[in-house]
């Protein structure tokens, strides 16, 4: 759900989340309030709240324990600090609506063309980016000591997103090898196949479709129990993190470089297609893609939606 602002500077949205007239009791209170809206800024745990809040931290834990029964906020990672276990807290949405009337069938507003943000939104929300980019080292690294030529496809995938961007404050983007055990944490962006990328390598076996060690890294489908063989077959792949089920993975990986490319070519131009799932099972966002030379001059320009 969207709410929409429009006054003379133009039109503004934010996504909303409907709740019921009872869960809206649990923030009344006027530092229940002042929780969410330290909350919208960054994710935040109880005695951090506590200290930027100015309050005892058992306060804050009521009001925690009763907006996180109203759905309207949600935990979204643990950490060990300083020998206790921290658990951090964001909005569920940035907006909260309360229905009163059945909705309405209105016509459309012209001046907002409404973007397929949905696939997007635990890697981007109001605006910005929340999750970590990792790319292969272009240097040798990993069992096959490979050398990631993926990223470069990457600065593609950036410009797209950054489509549904109001502003970066922040880096967000690392190779495989610089990563961190609280990196994993986040939600992840992955560039390249389990050979030149080892965090792709790390949920490779967790994936809906993956790559077959076994089989020379063949594409295979556990949806359709299905094999790709070719350099330039890719996939796309969009479910929980392994490393933290309260966060979200997108992978974007080719069996080869050019099945890579072949994928930054399907989200360029085939977006549309790509959020509505699986064809064997739309329920899963997971794709297959394969790149075509279309002018026949040897360079992938375009691709098939497999599955």
Do not use: C
């Not at 530092?31 to 935040?44: N, R, V």
């Amino acid at each position: 759900m969207q709410i929409i602002k429009k006054d003379k500077h133009g039109l503004a949205s934010l996504p909303a989340l409907e709740i019921s007239a009872h869960n809206i009791k649990s923030a009344s209170s006027l530092l229940a309030q002042k929780i969410l809206f330290e909350l919208g800024k960054k994710e935040m745990y109880a005695m951090e709240l506590a200290k930027k809040l100015k309050v005892h931290e058992q306060k804050i834990y009521y009001h925690i324990r009763n907006l996180e029964k109203a759905h309207i906020i949600t935990e979204t990672k643990s950490a060990i600090i300083k020998g206790a276990t921290a658990h951090y807290y964001a909005l569920r949405e940035p907006a909260f609506v309360i229905r009163f009337k059945e909705f309405q069938t209105t016509q459309k507003i012209k001046e907002l063309e409404i973007q397929p943000t949905s696939f997007l939104e635990p890697f981007i929300e109001d605006g910005q980016l929340n999750a970590l980019i990792i790319v292969g080292s272009p240097d040798p690294h990993g069992p096959e000591k490979a050398r990631s030529r993926d990223g470069y496809y990457g600065i593609d995938l950036a410009l797209f997103l950054g489509t549904f961007l109001n502003q970066i404050s922040d880096l967000h983007v690392k190779l495989d090898t610089e990563v961190k055990t609280e990196d994993l944490q986040n939600n992840l962006i992955l560039i390249g196949g389990p050979v030149v990328n080892t965090i792709t390598e790390k949920v490779n076996n967790k994936l809906d479709i993956r790559f077959d060690r076994e089989n020379n890294w063949n594409i295979m489908s556990t949806i359709s129990n299905k094999v790709y063989h070719t350099d330039e077959t890719g996939i796309i792949v969009k479910q929980k993190n392994p490393f933290n089920k309260k966060r979200n993975i997108l992978v974007v990986a080719g069996k080869r470089y050019s099945g890579t490319k072949a994928v930054m070519i399907a989200f360029l131009r085939h977006f549309k297609e790509i959020i509505q799932g699986n064809k064997n099972n739309t329920t899963i966002f997971a794709k297959v893609v394969e790149g075509i030379d279309l002018d026949s001059d040897g360079i992938v320009d375009d691709v098939e939606i497999l599955e």
